[in-house]
T-cell receptor, first 113, second 115 residues
Framework: DGGITQSPKYLFRKEGQNVTLSCEQN?????MYWYRQDPGQGLRLIYY???????QKGDIAEGYSVSREKKESFPLTVTSAQKNPTAFYLC????????????FGDGTRLSIL | DQQVKQNSPSLSVQEGRISILNCDYT??????FLWYKKYPAEGPTFLIS???IKDKNEDGRFTVFLNKSAKHLSLHIVPSQPGDSAVYFC??????????????WGLGTSLGVNP
């Protein structure tokens, strides 16, 4: 079945450490996105990529980094510079710069120890 | 500044009755609107959408109405079922100043359908 896989589902990090969240899609979508959701909040865009080897900052990119070396993969690194990293992280993909709906993974919950 | 507002954080409805979820937006550049449904610990799932050139779109039990002059849209679920209990997000799509398509999300409305 086509879809988006995020791993792991739960992730714990010590303060000062970088951690990388995985996102893989087999939908052959060009565009991929990373969002962050906090309790009682909507989804806020961290980074997005419309094509391989290209990505743009979203609304809250500080403290995060991404790469897009393959069409299927869009990993997100939460760096030690991110002051409040505890959140639910969602990855999505869509066919491209269109009104086609975004498809989401089931998310990764990151917690700081 | 919230460009997409869902003013009701929660809504409770009896099974079999109509659920009406509301969404207001402030930016006239939005030309496409989507509703997503989200269960706890899962990603949002696309439900239904509407283009700004239409005022209604229907898909089974779900209908979305758009009032452009009021910058308001609503999602109607008839009849409501217990499985509809979830958080519903309204999202608006439009081109920004750099001609990039952006999707702006509301904060969500938690719908509870009571048996």
């Amino acid at each position: 079945d086509g879809g988006i896989t995020q791993s792991p589902k739960y992730l714990f990090r010590k303060e000062g450490q970088n951690v990388t969240l995985s996102c893989e899609q087999n939908l052959n979508h060009d565009a991929m996105y990373w969002y962050r959701q906090d309790p009682g909040q909507g989804l806020r865009l961290i980074y997005y990529s419309q094509i391989v080897n290209d990505f743009q900052k979203g609304d809250i990119a500080e403290g995060y980094s991404v790469s897009r070396e393959k069409k299927e993969s869009f990993p997100l690194t939460v760096t030690s510079a991110q002051k409040n990293p505890t959140a639910f992280y969602l990855c999505a993909s869509s066919p491209g710069q269109s009104n086609q709906p975004q498809h989401f993974g089931d998310g990764t919950r990151l917690s700081i120890l | 500044d919230q460009q997409v507002k869902q003013n009701s954080p929660s809504l409770s409805v009896q099974e079999g009755r109509i659920s009406i979820l509301n969404c207001d937006y402030t930016n006239s550049m939005f030309d496409y609107f989507l509703w997503y449904k989200k269960y706890p610990a899962e990603g949002p799932t696309f439900l239904i959408s509407i283009s700004s050139i239409k005022d209604k779109n229907e898909d089974g039990r779900f209908t979305v109405f758009l009032n452009k002059s009021a910058k308001h849209l609503s999602l109607h679920i008839v009849p409501s079922q217990p499985g509809d209990s979830a958080v519903y997000f309204c999202a608006a799509s439009g081109l920004d100043a750099g001609n990039n398509r952006k999707l702006i999300w509301g904060l969500g409305t938690s719908l509870g359908v009571n048996p």
